[in-house]
């Protein structure tokens, strides 16, 4: 034991001081590896725009944060329902990878009642909102607070060509007349698929008669509204100014055909005006705009809105840099970006006075009078359920009877609204 014990006792001061240093090199090094610590990275999911616009947004932010933060893009699919399907499962799976979320208009009831997005403290609310349309402001709120930060907006018009009609139509029954005494030439291309778009073109038929679907979480359908909102789509589904593929026409499946030159009207989004320019530019020399056609002359048509809007998620592990990272990604310098190189209209009133802007949305006047008009869809967390009963329900449009189809609206939103039969 004393030969094992003398040698230990002997080497004990020589331990003690590597040990010493080796603890004091340790705190050393863990100061400069938290002085060196790595920028946040922020995460933004959000649908893979093609222009890059979103990509210098990021870029710009990130260089402007003083080195707060970095902003990664996380490019969701093209197509809102796969968008949408990864997002959920990520978030009710409490995925802390998701710092920014680009969310379509429709998702906001959802995600804000299920807690995956934070509400927007008071102050920034406030920026967040100043000088914006009301229309996405009302897109981006749910329950009286800002739950995202109103970043881009759309709407339709109705696109017509300039060289066959001497004045543009601005009620449904004018704009059928019109187009019925045209011949072949004059089919109006709209959407009638089994689908969201569907459910948006009834939406915007009932705003525009004064009817809603929903209010304060509660279902409506206003009686007078309905019936007529039905039966203008049953009046276009069974005019000749049809076209043939209406129950399977979708936006793209519109301008496509609008472009090859046997339709004269169209209703459809912005998008359309640089397609046209670029892959059928003598369609675009004679394509004019106008608003949406009214229901009845004494009321002005109310359309539905779209867009992106920008929430914080829940699980973020730096949702203070995401607020003010989610803050900068929606300003006006962004917005304008997203304008001229996306062709993404802003959710900033002033901009539709930019002269840049005007360049690219020529329409911009007609656009911004739809906007300050626009209305929204059902808000309400069930809304998926919703828009398949009203598009299911409705489908196809020639089989429309306004009267009866009031009754089933009704029961089939009811049950939807309690989860009940879902399709």
């Not at 059928?176 to 291309?189: F, I, N, Y």
């Not at 009834?202 to 008669?209: D, G, I, K, T, Y």
Request: net charge negative.
């Amino acid at each position: 034991m004393r030969r094992y014990q003398t040698p230990a006792k002997r080497k004990t001061g020589y331990r003690l001081l590597p040990a010493a240093l080796f603890l004091l090199l340790a705190t050393a090094a863990g100061c400069s590896e938290e002085q060196s610590s790595p920028t946040p990275t922020l995460k933004w999911y959000i649908f893979d725009e093609p222009s890059g616009a979103f990509a210098d947004a990021a870029a710009d932010c990130s260089e402007n944060s003083g080195g707060r933060y970095r902003i990664d893009l996380v490019p969701l699919p093209t197509d809102a329902d796969q968008q949408r399907e990864q997002l959920v499962r990520r978030l009710a799976a409490r995925d802390s990878d998701i710092d920014i979320v680009g969310m379509d208009v429709i998702w906001t009831a959802e995600f804000a009642e299920a807690g995956w997005i934070l509400p927007w403290p008071e102050k920034m609310a406030a920026e967040a909102t100043s000088g914006r349309l009301d229309s996405a402001i009302a897109s981006a709120s749910y329950d009286d607070r800002l739950q995202a930060a109103p970043f881009t907006t759309n709407t339709q018009l109705l696109w017509y060509r300039t060289d066959r009609i001497d004045s543009v139509p601005t009620t449904w029954e004018e704009l059928l007349k019109t187009a019925e005494s045209l011949g072949d030439q004059g089919t109006v291309q709209v959407q009638g698929a089994r689908y969201e778009g569907l459910t948006v073109f009834f939406n915007s038929l009932l705003s525009s008669a004064g009817g809603d679907i929903l209010k304060n979480h509660e279902m409506v359908l206003d009686e007078d509204a309905t019936r007529e909102a039905l039966a203008i789509l049953q009046s276009i589904a069974r005019s000749p100014a049809a076209p043939a593929s209406l129950a399977t026409s979708r936006e793209d499946q519109s301008r496509l055909a609008f472009e090859a030159g046997d339709s004269t009207f169209m209703i459809n989004y912005t998008f359309v005006w640089p397609s046209a320019r670029e892959n059928a530019p003598e369609i675009a020399e004679n394509m004019g705009w106008a608003r949406w056609p009214a229901v009845s002359e004494d009321r002005p048509s109310r359309v539905t809105i779209g867009g992106i809007n920008l929430g914080v998620a829940a699980y973020s592990d730096h949702s203070d840099l995401a607020f003010a990272a989610a803050s900068c990604l929606s300003s006006e310098a962004n917005q304008r970006l997203a304008a001229h190189k996306g062709g993404l209209p802003p959710t900033i009133t002033a901009l539709y006075h930019d002269e840049e802007v005007q360049k690219t949305f020529p329409f911009a006047d007609v656009l911004l009078e739809t906007l300050k008009d626009g209305s929204q869809r059902p808000q309400t967390p069930l809304y998926n359920d919703v828009s398949m009963a009203i598009s299911h329900t409705l489908h196809p449009l020639r089989a429309i009877e306004p009267q009866e189809d009031i009754d089933t609206l009704r029961r089939e939103i009811e049950r939807a609204l309690h989860s009940e039969g879902l399709l």
